[in-house]
């Protein structure tokens, strides 16, 4: 073989390798977008299971449909997070991707779970012998569903534009934080409290009134500037990877084996961690100017 037949194949064999390279890259700018379809498909499963239930001819199927609506929402909470997560570890982040992935919000932790509100706390109502309060109830509960909507799509909105937001009530310094509930959250706390309860709508008009309020203080926490753990701090070392492992099948089993309760106190809890830490913050502010003043004179004050 001649000199100018061995660079002609090295120069072969570099151009395949690049196109290799070339596809390879353009499949993982494909990856994180496969996530956030997921997400899509999710949402609108759980609107279509929702459609089911309104159109049931028989009371029977109601709770099932119901109850596979909140477990399409739930479900699409990992895919989510996880979207951004391979985008970032595989250098592939575009300004396409992150429109995506807030338009998949919009229905998947958005629509989906305004519906399903709507639908398992004031649709499915029974008969009340007060016609009159079941109306306005019914009606209230079409405008705070669309609240929620509205204040989920704001939140995406300052998501987007926003650069290191700084809550209300700052945080330890060495944690991260999100400003309001994140929509996913607040989806969640909707869809684990439908799942909770099997997918049964609300028996009475005094358990949706509650629900109402439930639905309304969601909305209102995540147009909030107040803190929420982000847990961006936390990653999965390469120390112990048994250990991990062994941790991750155990959180799996009981998450899958508990489901309902595990959606349901994980969502309130962290709902309610947003709303002690605000009161936190507020009472130890008090103090502090409590004890400023209170250590000076009359004179100086």
Known sequence: MGTEQVVRAEHTSEARLRLRRRRLSRGMYVLPSLFTSVN?????????????AIT?????????HLDWAALAICLAIPFDSLDGRIARLTHTTTEFGKELDSLADVVTFGVAPALLAFVWGFRMLPDSSNP??????????VFVSFLFLLCGAARLARFNISHDPVPRNPGRPDRKYFVGMPIPAAAGMIASTVHFFGGNP???????AVWLVLVGVAGFLMVSTWRFWSGKEITLGRRH????????AIVLYITIRFSGWVFFLGGLVYMFSGIWA?????????RRLRLQF???SEAEK
Do not use: C, E
């Open 241 to 248: 990877p048994f250990q991990l492992l062994v941790l991750i």
């Open 132 to 141: 009159v309060y079941h109306q306005h109830l019914m009606q209230a509960g």
């Open 202 to 208: 609300v028996p009475n008009l005094w358990v949706s």
């Open 294 to 296: 209170g250590g000076k």
């Open 40 to 52: 899509i498909a999710a949402g609108f499963f759980a609107i279509t299971q929702m459609m089911d």
């Open 278 to 286: 605000r009161a936190a913050y507020g009472w130890q502010r008090r």
């Open 56 to 64: 049931a001819k028989t009371t029977d199927g109601i709770p099932r």
